[in-house]
Nanobody, 124 residues
């Protein structure tokens, strides 16, 4: 049973940092690429970071480049998203998703496994 579960969200002050985790199970972790998406109230889901399992190459959306870092741990079968220099506009539900190998994309329809999201609120 394919499972992905995002966790680690919460309430953070502007300028703060947080790390989200995406634990996975039920499939071969290293056979897939991964992405993080977010969805703010009233807005479309936005792809923000993705990582390749073959070479750990990464791609970031311009909105988070230089502030967020995606990584993966093959021992723990977990994908991470480290968020720093947080802004109020980063407030959203954050989702992790599984993509086929060799796919690095922010097109959500190409991802074949999704976890439940975790809420991040950035507020003073």
């Amino acid at each position: 049973d394919v499972q992905l579960q995002a966790s680690g969200g919460g309430l953070v002050r502007p300028g703060g940092s947080l790390t989200l985790s995406c634990t996975t199970s039920g499939f071969a972790f290293d056979s897939h690429n991964y992405g993080w998406f977010r969805q703010a109230p009233g807005k479309d889901r936005e792809g923000i970071a993705c990582i390749s399992s073959s070479d750990d190459s990464t791609v970031y959306a311009n909105s988070v480049k230089g502030r967020f870092t995606i990584s993966r741990d093959s021992i723990k079968n977990t994908v991470y998203l480290k968020l720093s220099s947080l802004k109020v506009e980063d407030t959203a539900v954050y989702f992790c998703a599984r993509a086929p190998a060799r796919l690095l994309s922010f097109q959500a329809y190409l991802y074949d496994g999704w976890g439940k999201g975790t809420q991040l609120t950035v507020s003073s």
